[in-house]
């Protein structure tokens, strides 16, 4: 299984933007039909998966991402991207991306919200 590698996490203000990048660690056969996710972990709590995209395109947000996250692929580069808007204190956590449904997880990268 292809380990996934997150950057782009950052101490940003409330109000603020970030865009979160995913890279496979390695070339993969048949990525641009992955069905993708983006997930949090928050000290304390189960990780969630706040958003999903299909190969083809399709997207799903869970509802607090609803309207602010924006995810997004690049198949040619085996990139999947989030897009963070109006970012608030309740979404500082460690946020991952990985293949719905495999269990080997990279290390993340953290998103700390805070004035």
């Known amino acids: 299984q292809v380990q996934f590698v997150e950057s782009g996490g950052s101490l940003v203000q409330p109000g603020g933007s970030l865009r979160l990048s995913c890279t496979a660690s390695a070339i993969v056969n048949g990525f641009d039909h992955y069905f993708m996710g983006w997930y949090r972990q928050a000290p304390g709590m189960l990780r969630e998966r706040v958003a999903s995209?299909?190969?083809?395109?399709?997207?799903v947000y869970e509802a607090s991402a609803r309207g602010r996250f924006t995810i997004s692929r690049d198949d040619a580069k085996q990139t999947v991207y989030l897009q963070m808007n109006n970012l608030k204190p309740e979404d500082t956590a460690v946020y991952y991306c990985?293949?719905?449904?495999?269990?080997?997880w990279g290390q993340g990268t953290q998103v700390t919200v805070s004035s």
């Open positions: 990985n293949r719905v449904g495999q269990e080997n």
């Open positions: 995209i299909t190969g083809a395109h399709s997207t």
